[in-house]
T-cell receptor
Framework: DAGVIQSPRHEVTEMGQEVTLRCKPI?????LFWYRQTMMRGLELLIY????????DSGMPEDRFSAKMPNASFSTLKIQPSEPRDSAVYFC????????????FGQGTRLTVV | SQQGEEDPQALSIQEGENATMNCSYK?????LQWYRQNSGRGLVHLIL?????REKHSGRLRVTLDTSKKSSSLLITASRAADTASYFC????????????FGTGTRLKVLA
């Protein structure tokens, strides 16, 4: 398996534009996580899905952020409209689910909002 | 808020020395995991320790867990320059939700 695949790897956009980040989890994994990493706040869990269903979105910073998982092999994180403070590295991770499994991370998307 | 807090925030050692990093957390857990992150890359899982375990080994890594103190430590023995990275602990809360909350990380630099 190629691991968790995220696209794009880098995104530069202007303030106010819509940004869509994409993630393909490892086949067979039923839990998917979106994290955001910044120097100031570290790694923040934004949302996690189990069996394609959002279980906890309490980490989503505001209504400008939304995430979907239409099927077991694809998820998106959308920011609309984007703001400079959204600049960060966004990671997607997947796991087999349950209490004793490790998470596998993608390489991340570095987002810069100017 | 962060569930886990690692200390020290940064650590610089010579190659061959041992490196010890600590993690403290706030709520009861089912398991605790340690991850490594090389600069500009995603996180890589190192080791998982369950709440009923006290110590675990994997190669040059040794992890301890003290649930009474809500703390864990990661020891890297005979460090190498390639161990230079940031190290994070991650915990899951016993809330029935299977999400991992990461600490603030320790930046380790191993000097050749």
């Amino acid at each position: 398996d190629a691991g968790v695949i995220q696209s794009p790897r880098h995104e530069v956009t202007e303030m106010g534009q819509e940004v869509t980040l994409r993630c393909k989890p490892i086949s067979g994994h039923n839990s998917l996580f979106w994290y955001r990493q910044t120097m100031m706040r570290g790694l923040e869990l934004l949302i996690y899905f189990n069996n394609n269903v959002p279980i906890d979105d309490s980490g989503m910073p505001e209504d400008r952020f939304s995430a979907k998982m239409p099927n077991a092999s694809f998820s998106t994180l959308k920011i609309q409209p984007s703001e400079p403070r959204d600049s960060a590295v966004y990671f997607c991770a997947s796991s087999l689910g349950g209490l004793i499994t490790e998470a596998f991370f993608g390489q991340g998307t570095r987002l810069t909002v100017v | 808020s962060q569930q886990g807090e690692e200390d020290p925030q940064a650590l610089s050692i010579q190659e061959g020395e041992n490196a010890t990093m600590n993690c403290s957390y706030k709520t009861s857990i089912n398991n605790l995991q340690w991850y490594r992150q090389n600069s500009g890359r995603g996180l890589v899982h190192l080791i998982l320790i369950r709440s009923n375990e006290r110590e675990k080994h994997s190669g040059r890594l040794r992890v301890t867990l003290d649930t009474s103190k809500k703390s864990s430590s990661l020891l890297i023995t005979a460090s190498r320059a390639a161990d230079t990275a940031s190290y994070f602990c991650a915990t899951d809360a016993t809330s029935g939700t299977y999400k991992y909350i990461f600490g603030t990380g320790t930046r380790l630099k191993v000097l050749a």
